[in-house]
């Protein structure tokens, strides 16, 4: 099932700035029951991420009404492109959005994934420094794709990417928490990397849990040395990781208890 | 006129990882009487652009075919991606690419860009630095539309973007050659920007018009400081640069013999 500007096609034309450039922006989240989980920090975050490009975001009540079309359980995904555009970088001022909005069947992860943990792979590419893009859930994909491209074990849940300089950013698909000391630690995500809804809801359900939260630049040193290490996203929700770089983690009670919370609520 | 897989049509797939991810690459090349300008440069340089991204590259033959039913004079552009794919950044094995073959029409850019150069800004947007992607025409170009979007005067023609350490890398939609004592400087290429096939002729015709040529990095002053400056790509040929960053340049005799060059020659 997929509308593109709320009419079902499965096509868009080849003249659009989003496969030409990548220039646009994209949310996916979780549809269960007929809800659209997180819908105010969705639609929050996609509007912040098309200013960032100086996009025209569409209604927030019109997307709503599309995502409902869409099945009551399943991945929801929209794009917001720069629409059809003559051949050239420059954009004219009248650009009109082209909006998909699709669904996918939810993935079949092993329940293990949350009950237990996950291993991750610590990738080989180092993410670039762009802070202008940086935090922006944009169409410019790339490096994920190669990171992603790092394992074929199908064991390896994750890939974990370091920026140039060795720190911890996030994983290819998802942001990354490092307990220590009871602190919840997370990437500052200014210079490259996602910024994604789960990471803002951890940061603030934290004091919930009688935690405190640190975003700063996180060295793989500092996340080797954490109690528990998590991943979080929209479709996953909260894994730990259970085997990372050498090391085993044990079932963390804190992951265990994001990872509930964050399912529980819907802000 | 659009070829999609060898089909006249104007719509690719939603779902083609070429919109999701910017999961490709591309060529931009003209067509003169019949003539798809430099072919074996440009296939040449997509496939080694598809091997960067282990992307399977289309046959030159079928290609060639393909660009043979646009317009003889127009501007062609091939567009190959890893084809439609499951949600997910993880690639399949059994990808089938996209391949799009596209005509638009010549710009009708002043002949005085050719006969006296061109005015051109300096990029605020600094490129970032990604090994793994440098030097290709991939279909992640996020900083060549916002770089793109930092002018709308009409009588700038191009802007030339740094890296973060200052140093010249390219314009947004060209390469960069700066001339100074009989050598021919561009920049290195190997952590950001795109090398065009143009720059590659350049730099194997160059000692036909008794030059030496270096590339390295080239910072800001050495640029200012240069003879002649120029810029190049399929579409434009050689521009000249006449006025940047506060300096003006008469019109150049290397510039002037560069652009016939090229201009005669087909390899």
């Known amino acids: 099932m997929t509308l593109i500007n709320g009419i079902p096609s499965d096509a868009v034309s080849a003249n659009d700035r989003g496969?030409?450039?990548?220039?646009?922006?994209?949310?996916?989240l979780k549809r269960a029951g007929g809800v659209s989980r997180c819908w105010a920090r969705q639609y929050a975050k996609l509007a912040a991420?098309?200013?960032?490009?100086?996009?025209?975001?569409?209604?927030?009540?019109?997307?709503?009404?599309?995502?409902?079309?869409?099945?009551?359980?399943?991945?929801?995904?929209?794009?917001?492109?720069?629409?059809?555009?003559?051949?050239?970088?420059?954009?004219?001022?009248?650009?009109?959005?082209?909006?998909?909005?699709?669904?996918?069947?939810?993935?079949?992860?092993?329940?293990?994934?949350?009950?237990?943990?996950?291993?991750?792979?610590?990738?080989?590419?180092r993410l670039a420094s762009q802070p202008r893009l940086a935090g922006v859930k944009h169409l410019n994909r790339l490096e994920n794709v190669l990171a992603r491209m790092e394992w074929n074990d199908?064991?390896?849940?994750?890939?974990?990417?370091?920026?140039?300089?060795?720190?911890?950013?996030?994983?290819?698909?998802?942001n990354v928490f490092a307990l220590r000391d009871g602190v919840l630690h997370t990437p500052d995500?200014?210079?490259?990397?996602?910024?994604?809804?789960?990471?803002d809801r951890i940061l603030a359900f934290a004091a919930e849990l009688g935690l405190k939260t640190r975003i700063a630049s996180l060295p793989l040193d500092a996340l080797m040395a954490a109690d528990e290490v998590m991943l979080c996203n929209s479709v996953i929700g909260v894994w730990q990781v259970r085997e990372f770089n050498g090391r085993v983690w044990n079932g963390g009670a804190v992951s265990a208890r994001l990872r509930a919370l964050l399912d529980e609520r819907d802000d």
């Open 189 to 199: 995500l200014s210079r490259c990397g996602v910024a994604g809804v789960q990471r």
């Open 154 to 174: 199908a064991a390896i849940a994750e890939g974990i990417l370091l920026d140039e300089a060795g720190s911890v950013i996030e994983g290819t698909m998802s």
């Open 19 to 28: 496969l030409l450039y990548g220039d646009g922006v994209f949310r996916t």
């Open 49 to 125: 991420d098309c200013t960032s490009l100086n996009l025209r975001c569409p209604d927030a009540a019109m997307l709503a009404a599309e995502l409902a079309q869409l099945p009551p359980d399943c991945v929801a995904k929209i794009i917001i492109t720069r629409g059809p555009g003559a051949r050239g970088y420059a954009v004219v001022a009248d650009a009109m959005p082209t909006r998909v909005v699709t669904a996918s069947s939810l993935p079949d992860y092993p329940s293990s994934h949350s009950t237990s943990g996950v291993k991750a792979h610590l990738c080989s590419l």
